[in-house]
């Protein structure tokens, strides 16, 4: 008798221990939407179990809400899905015409295939250098000793859109709206390097650029800001230009890099692989270009007679771990764009974000109009997602064999496993937390339209949150 009251007392402790979860989450989210920073605000929390995809807690689970950058949270499982454990792009170098006595007598191609971490500072095997000498390593294997041709980085995998229709003319010059390219080189950055003026409101110097840039003009209208007052540096540029303004203040006590966008990296990199050439001694008769460029004059190159090196990118769940602790909006956008070429779909922006809510529509019956998105990572103030379509995509992950790496890649706020997103007026938290019940838990938590500082909301959210441990 007394073994079979046990489990009976169990069950009924986890019974309350749920029903008291669900009361404190009540409780708390009704002082939270309260709270005069939601005024003229909306907000929306999901809480399942992370066993069972009960739902625990949900208000306004249904609302379309912006995301910001928990959105990047489902196009990583969208993309490990898709693409696989494993996957790595891989970026060509070959030649077409013919090689007779060293002499090539064509052109010199790489061909992107949408690796967001080529030339990246992140990993030891993509740096510039490494990359660059190893290129050179291979014409020299192959016999190249003089080029009569062009060196050319084919860019057309993605198209020619770099940018989602959604992104807004403030952000698109600033690193973290570096446009997305089949042909990606050192992340689409430049870093910048002021020198402030002697008091606040002179003029700032321009003193450096890393790296430099041939034919890219760069006008600096930025002044000195009071002391503590940060990088207000701000950048405007568009997708393949060659001029880009920098506004805005720079604290005359900061002593920081600014990131840009590069407006044409796989230009860039043509222009640096040539360099490298000829300061092996590898003379090219011809011009540095790509794929886009030469499709402007309904041009196209050759097909390749030769490839002489194949690069591998670090894996999938290498990309996916900075992705998420960085917020990487470039490698978020190339790993749907990505994902959507291996489904069967281009690498438009349109199809991708198409393939993504197809995805969890067909997997699990997730209305389409709960993942209304322009693009992969949240950066477009138009997308629009529901907090029980997020949560319940975390919770099926659980069951993924990927799922470790996945969960490992994000990052901890508030001693929570947890991403964050945030544009103007937009705070969101999702992640996964276990009561101190014991009860695991999947979240979704989305702020839209609040008022007041950014700082004040995010600590009553984790407030909030807190009533999960």
């Given at each position: 008798?007394?073994?079979?009251?046990?489990?009976?007392?169990?069950?009924?402790?986890?019974?309350?221990?749920?029903?008291?979860?669900?009361?404190?989450?009540?409780?708390?989210?009704?002082?939270?939407?309260?709270?005069?920073?939601?005024?003229?605000?909306?907000?929306?929390?999901?809480?399942?179990?992370?066993?069972?995809?009960?739902?625990?807690?949900?208000?306004?689970?249904?609302?379309?809400?912006?995301?910001?950058?928990?959105?990047?949270?489902?196009?990583?499982?969208?993309?490990?899905?898709?693409?696989?454990?494993?996957?790595?792009?891989?970026?060509?170098?070959?030649?077409?015409?013919?090689?007779?006595?060293?002499?090539?007598?064509?052109?010199?191609?790489?061909?992107?295939?949408?690796?967001?971490?080529?030339?990246?500072?992140?990993?030891?095997?993509?740096?510039?250098?490494?990359?660059?000498?190893?290129?050179?390593?291979?014409a020299k294997k192959a016999g190249i000793n003089k080029i009569n041709g062009d060196i050319i980085a084919d860019d057309l995998l993605f198209g020619t859109q770099t940018l989602s229709d959604g992104w807004t003319w403030g952000d698109m010059g600033n690193y973290y709206g570096a446009g997305s390219t089949?042909?990606?080189?050192?992340?689409?950055?430049?870093?910048?390097?002021?020198?402030?003026?002697?008091?606040?409101?002179?003029?700032?110097?321009?003193?450096?650029?890393?790296?430099?840039?041939?034919?890219?003009?760069?006008?600096?209208?930025?002044?000195?800001?009071?002391?503590?007052?940060?990088?207000h540096v701000y950048a405007y540029s568009a997708p393949f230009g060659d001029i880009i303004y920098l506004r805005g203040t720079y604290g005359i006590d900061l002593k920081k890099q600014i990131k840009i966008s590069m407006p044409d990296p796989a230009l860039f990199l043509a222009q640096e692989l040539r360099?490298?050439?000829?300061?092996?001694?590898?003379?090219?008769?011809?011009?540095?270009?790509?794929?886009?460029?030469?499709?402007?004059?309904?041009?196209?190159?050759?097909?390749?007679?030769?490839?002489?090196?194949?690069?591998?990118?670090?894996?999938?769940?290498?990309?996916?771990?900075?992705?998420?602790?960085?917020?990487?909006?470039?490698?978020?956008?190339?790993?749907?764009?990505?994902?959507?070429?291996?489904?069967?779909?281009?690498?438009?922006?349109?199809?991708?974000?198409?393939?993504?809510?197809?995805?969890?529509?067909?997997?699990?019956?997730?209305?389409?109009?709960?993942?209304?998105?322009?693009?992969?990572?949240?950066?477009?103030?138009?997308?629009?997602?529901?907090?029980?379509?997020?949560?319940?995509?975390?919770?099926?992950?659980?069951?993924?064999?990927?799922?470790?790496?996945?969960?490992?890649?994000?990052?901890?706020?508030?001693?929570?496993?947890?991403?964050?997103?945030?544009?103007?007026?937009?705070?969101?938290?999702?992640?996964?937390?276990?009561?101190?019940?014991?009860?695991?838990?999947?979240?979704?938590?989305?702020?839209?339209?609040?008022?007041?500082?950014?700082?004040?909301?995010?600590?009553?959210?984790?407030?909030?949150?807190?009533?999960?441990?």
């Amino acid at each position: 008798m007394k073994s079979c009251f046990l489990p009976l007392l169990l069950l009924v402790s986890q019974i309350v221990a749920g029903q008291t979860l669900k009361e404190k989450i009540s409780e708390a989210y009704l002082r939270y939407e309260r709270d005069s920073q939601l005024q003229y605000g909306l907000s929306s929390l999901t809480v399942l179990h992370a066993e069972t995809g009960e739902v625990i807690f949900s208000k306004n689970g249904s609302t379309g809400l912006a995301p910001a950058s928990t959105l990047k949270t489902i196009t990583s499982i969208t993309g490990y899905s898709l693409l696989k454990p494993g996957y790595q792009w891989e970026t060509s170098l070959g030649y077409n015409g013919t090689l007779s006595g060293g002499v090539l007598s064509g052109d010199l191609i790489i061909k992107g295939n949408g690796d967001p971490s080529l030339g990246s500072s992140r990993y030891q095997e993509t740096q510039p250098a490494i990359l660059l000498a190893r290129w050179l390593d291979a014409a020299k294997k192959a016999g190249i000793n003089k080029i009569n041709g062009d060196i050319i980085a084919d860019d057309l995998l993605f198209g020619t859109q770099t940018l989602s229709d959604g992104w807004t003319w403030g952000d698109m010059g600033n690193y973290y709206g570096a446009g997305s390219t089949a042909m990606t080189w050192r992340e689409n950055e430049i870093g910048v390097n002021f020198t402030p003026g002697s008091r606040s409101g002179a003029t700032t110097t321009l003193r450096s650029t890393d790296p430099q840039v041939p034919g890219v003009r760069i006008v600096n209208e930025v002044i000195t800001g009071h002391p503590g007052s940060g990088d207000h540096v701000y950048a405007y540029s568009a997708p393949f230009g060659d001029i880009i303004y920098l506004r805005g203040t720079y604290g005359i006590d900061l002593k920081k890099q600014i990131k840009i966008s590069m407006p044409d990296p796989a230009l860039f990199l043509a222009q640096e692989l040539r360099a490298q050439l000829s300061k092996a001694g590898i003379p090219v008769t011809g011009t540095v270009t790509t794929a886009r460029k030469l499709a402007l004059d309904q041009k196209s190159p050759k097909a390749l007679s030769a490839i002489i090196d194949r690069y591998q990118s670090p894996d999938i769940s290498r990309i996916v771990y900075w992705l998420n602790q960085k917020s990487l909006n470039l490698y978020t956008e190339n790993l749907l764009r990505t994902a959507s070429i291996a489904s069967g779909r281009t690498g438009s922006f349109d199809d991708a974000t198409k393939t993504l809510a197809s995805y969890w529509d067909k997997k699990l019956g997730i209305d389409k109009n709960a993942i209304s998105i322009l693009d992969g990572s949240g950066l477009s103030p138009e997308n629009r997602v529901t907090t029980l379509a997020m949560a319940t995509i975390l919770y099926s992950a659980r069951s993924e064999e990927w799922f470790p790496q996945f969960y490992e890649s994000l990052p901890l706020y508030n001693n929570m496993k947890m991403k964050s997103g945030s544009i103007r007026r937009v705070l969101a938290y999702t992640g996964y937390h276990k009561s101190a019940a014991g009860i695991p838990l999947v979240f979704s938590f989305i702020t839209n339209n609040y008022s007041g500082g950014s700082s004040a909301i995010r600590q009553k959210m984790f407030k909030m949150l807190d009533t999960l441990k």
